[in-house]
Antibody, heavy 112, light 112 residues
Framework: QIQLVQSGPELKKPGESVKISCKASGYTFTNYGMYWVKQAPGQGLQYMGWINTETGKPTYADDFKGRFVFFLETSASTAYLQINNLKNEDMATYFCASPHHWGQGVMVTVSS | DVVLTQTPPTLSATIGQSVSISCRSS???????????LNWLLQRPGQSPQLLIY???NLESGVPNRFSGSGSETDFTLKISGVEAEDLGVYYC?????????FGSGTKLEIK
């Protein structure tokens, strides 16, 4: 069955970087784009952008241009989200999603 | 960006009751390819979102048929015909017709 399995929770300090993985299984990885969604504590869902898994081309929503990077390791059917220069407002759960399936989410805590 | 307005923000239902959630879009979600990319998601407490309905009215595999979706252009409805205890959580509509993808603010379903 189709699964998206994400990496574990992260505790980081402001200014550090974090890399979150999303490993896909049960389908051909390059058949569907991978989306990234942020959910701040107690809040709704916020679209961050997506990456074309065939070409590796990322597209970022306006609020996520600059410090956020989407990339792939296609041979491992894995997508990554890297957040650089972490800020307090980055504290959230981050989900990857293919059109019909979602990962379990990764909670990123930012605290000095 | 397309704004999706969900009502009501909260909903309280007894087991077996039928309920509806509305999602209104700030612009038509009818794509030039003839499809309407309006989906419904359920996020149960502590879980990642799951897809219930895609393209307005198509039931995702494995989703009980007490869930149904309807609507067109800018006005969409999710109906649950006979709420069950496992249906509690937050329901989101989501559009993918216009970039960037956007989500409604959510409707929290509570069980009385």
């Amino acid at each position: 069955q189709i699964q998206l399995v994400q990496s574990g929770p992260e505790l980081k300090k402001p200014g550090e970087s974090v890399k979150i993985s999303c490993k896909a299984s049960g389908y051909t990885f390059t058949n569907y784009g991978m989306y990234w969604v942020k959910q701040a504590p107690g809040q709704g869902l916020q679209y961050m952008g997506w990456i074309n898994t065939e070409t590796g081309k990322p597209t970022y929503a306006d609020d996520f241009k600059g410090r956020f990077v989407f990339f792939l390791e296609t041979s491992a059917s894995t997508a990554y989200l890297q957040i650089n220069n972490l800020k307090n407002e980055d504290m959230a759960t981050y989900f990857c999603a293919s059109p019909h399936h979602w990962g379990q989410g990764v909670m990123v805590t930012v605290s000095s | 960006d397309v704004v999706l307005t969900q009502t009501p923000p909260t909903l309280s239902a007894t087991i077996g009751q039928s309920v509806s959630i509305s999602c209104r879009s700030s612009q038509s979600l009818l794509d030039s390819d003839g499809d309407t990319y309006l989906n419904w998601l359920l996020q149960r407490p502590g879980q990642s979102p799951q897809l219930l309905i895609y393209s307005v009215s198509n039931l995702e595999s494995g989703v009980p048929n007490r869930f149904s979706g309807s609507g067109s252009e800018t006005d969409f409805t999710l109906k649950i015909s006979g709420v069950e205890a496992e249906d509690l959580g937050v329901y989101y509509c989501m559009q993918a017709t216009h970039a960037p993808l956007t989500f409604g603010s959510g409707t929290k379903l509570e069980i009385k």
